[in-house]
């Protein structure tokens, strides 16, 4: 990569290392980076290339690891607090009455507010695979999990052997891989089916898991409000319904859930030993926690997570259930509970490029192409903590997704 200009910051956050006050990143001619570190090291070695001196710190493009961006017609319409069943109950009858118009429109202001927050990578969660065209179209990276659910084995199967017969990936930037739902909306023949036709191809892929107490309570014991919902509501008898009764943990190892090629979304009702077990397993875990807090008004032990060497990733889940679509949003929900700014930095950086297997993006190294992100103003003592709260930010021309 041709070098072609430096850009001179106040402050670099290359999210590999710790933060380089008066640093300078040199860019290629394609946006990707080619240097990085202190100006006084890094000037001299690249004499005669224009500079552009940024007063403010400067950040590698942000990384939403768990996105639902075809429900963000939702905005606003889906009350949280009275549990994960109630929520999702009336998000089934609004999605029995949308629209094709509300759903690209509600896209349009989706992709709009991602840019708008300066974020560079995706893990799109979607039914339809609504969004995909409009990622690819953007130039936004990452991963889109085409999610599968189904209680009955025979009707789940056929779905899932017809919708692996046609998959295709589109594109290199943007890949696309098949993903379970959930442990207990998902039959076990369904997920390993899932899990076996990702890993042939080595596509990383991504489940909800114990994201609230009534997933618990259906897995081990059949019991809790989620049987009587799916009676009631989806009319399968309760005769008819797959549950395990064994503990959650035992019950997604014994269908190849836990590893590094597997995303743990929401880990919010995972206990000590269970996160423990994840660490093991090697397996990556990306927290919500807008979305768990307006759900069921909990958040995840982020604090633990990092106590035990898990790396956690961020998304923002839906605008059914969080506020925005920017994941710097829940960085501060994060930092506001004690997690040190540079940790929930790094969690809706890098930790999310790496879960989502994007090792362009999330840092400022040479080799990476991860857009960059200046928040103006001056560094103060922690760099970290001044990006978390600044009031703005905007990309560098010229590194955006595109």
């Known amino acids: 990569m041709r070098p072609s200009r430096i850009v001179h910051a106040s402050a670099v956050l290359p999210q590999e290392g710790p933060a380089i006050l008066d640093g300078a990143v040199v860019l290629g001619d394609a946006g990707g980076v080619v240097d990085v570190g202190r100006a006084g090291a890094v000037l001299p070695r690249h004499a005669g290339l224009p500079v552009e001196v940024v007063h403010g710190v400067l950040a590698p493009g942000l990384v939403n690891a768990h996105t639902h961006l075809e429900l963000s017609w939702m905005h606003g319409l889906v009350p949280g607090g009275g549990g994960f069943v109630g929520w999702v109950d009336r998000l089934v009858t609004l999605r029995s009455e949308e629209s094709e118009s509300a759903v690209e429109a509600g896209l349009g202001v989706a992709l709009d507010a991602l840019d708008a927050s300066c974020t560079a990578g995706v893990g799109e969660v979607s039914n339809a695979l609504a969004a995909e065209a409009a990622l690819v179209a953007r130039g936004l990276a990452g991963s889109v999990f085409h999610e599968v659910f189904g209680l009955l084995e025979g009707p789940l199967l056929e779905r899932v052997t017809s919708m692996l017969a046609s998959f295709r990936a589109p594109g290199d930037r943007l890949a ?15 997920v390993r089916a899932l899990l076996s036709f990702a890993r042939e191809r080595g596509l990383v ?5 114990a994201e609230h107490p009534a997933e618990r309570l259906a897995i081990e014991r059949a019991e809790g409000p989620v049987p009587g919902w799916f009676e009631e509501r989806v009319r399968i008898p309760r ?3 797959f549950f395990p009764r064994e503990p959650l943990f035992d ?3 014994r269908l190849g859930v836990l590893g590094p090629d597997v995303l743990l979304v929401h880990m919010t009702d995972a206990r000590p030993d269970e996160l423990a077990r994840a660490r093991d397993a090697g397996s990556k875990v990306v927290l919500c ?5 307006h759900i069921e008004g909990r958040l995840p032990d982020a604090a633990a997570m990092l106590a035990l060497g898990l790396e956690p990733a961020l998304g923002t889940d839906s605008l059914a259930s969080a506020g925005s679509l920017d994941v710097l949003d829940d960085a501060r929900l994060l930092a506001s509970t004690g997690i040190g700014a540079a940790d929930a930095l790094r969690m809706a950086t890098w930790n999310g490029a790496r879960a989502l297997g994007r090792l362009h993006l999330g840092r400022i190294a040479a080799g990476a192409r991860p857009g960059l992100v200046v928040a103006p103003g001056a560094p103060g003592a922690d760099p970290a903590a001044s990006f978390l709260s600044a009031p703005e930010r905007r990309w560098i021309p010229g590194t955006e997704p595109s």
């Open 176 to 190: 696309r891989a098949p993903a379970p739902h959930t442990l207990y909306t998902t039959h076990p023949s369904g």
């Open 205 to 209: 892929t991504s489940i909800h898991m």
């Open 239 to 241: 005769a008819e319904q």
């Open 251 to 253: 019950y997604a190892a």
């Open 289 to 293: 926690p807008r979305s768990n807090v």
